[in-house]
């Protein structure tokens, strides 16, 4: 099974480039599964149930305990909403996916697993503000260099005015980004973007990141 994991700024496009590759892939004879329900289309996407119970995984829990002190050292901090609960959930999600990618039973069942809500793209966002963003990934990444050498980490480009204006667009309410006025969006996103710049100059030599 190979593993393709988009990111890229929010507002990039990432959810419907992910329904153009599944379409793409599919018509060239793959298996694909999305690794979460689209937006935009009804697609098929990998049921978590199996999956929940490794989240009380033991060897997880000092991973989470110091992400809890890490969420009070970001107190009060300009694009920290407080919402540690929300951060916590996202960690959590992030080493079920973990789990998900070192399935190798999914090997038998499915030829692509697409995911745009990965380890590169939450993990910056949640850890942004204390840009600590690139131990956690490279702790993540490690975790897969052992077992999966078929994972890519595949970058949406897109220009900072170009997400504004989609994400202007876009009807949503359901993370923190969604209540910035105009001018913390837009330095979001100058954030984000030195954030993935600094993410690939350190994999510039991983034929992983592109």
Known sequence: MEIIELFGLPGSGKTKSTVNLYNDLTKRGYKCVLIRPNEYENLPYLRHTRYIFGLLNPKYVLNVCFFLGSNICLKNKYFYSGNGIERIKILLRQIMYLEIYLDKTLDDEVDVLISDQGLVQ?????????????????????????????????????????????????????????????????????????????????????????
């Not at 309410?173 to 690939?200: G, Q, V």
């Open 122 to 210: 939450e993990l910056t966002g949640i850890f942004l503000e204390k840009k600590t963003y690139l131990n956690w990934i490279i702790y993540f990444t490690k975790k897969l260099n052992k077992s999966r050498n078929d994972i890519k980490f595949r970058m949406i480009d897109s220009k900072i005015t170009s997400a504004l204006a989609n994400i202007k667009l876009r009807d949503r309410n359901s993370s923190t980004m969604d209540a910035y006025d105009p001018y913390k969006l837009e330095r979001y996103l100058y954030a984000y973007s030195d954030a993935f710049e600094t993410i690939l100059k350190y994999y510039k030599n991983d034929s992983r990141f592109c």
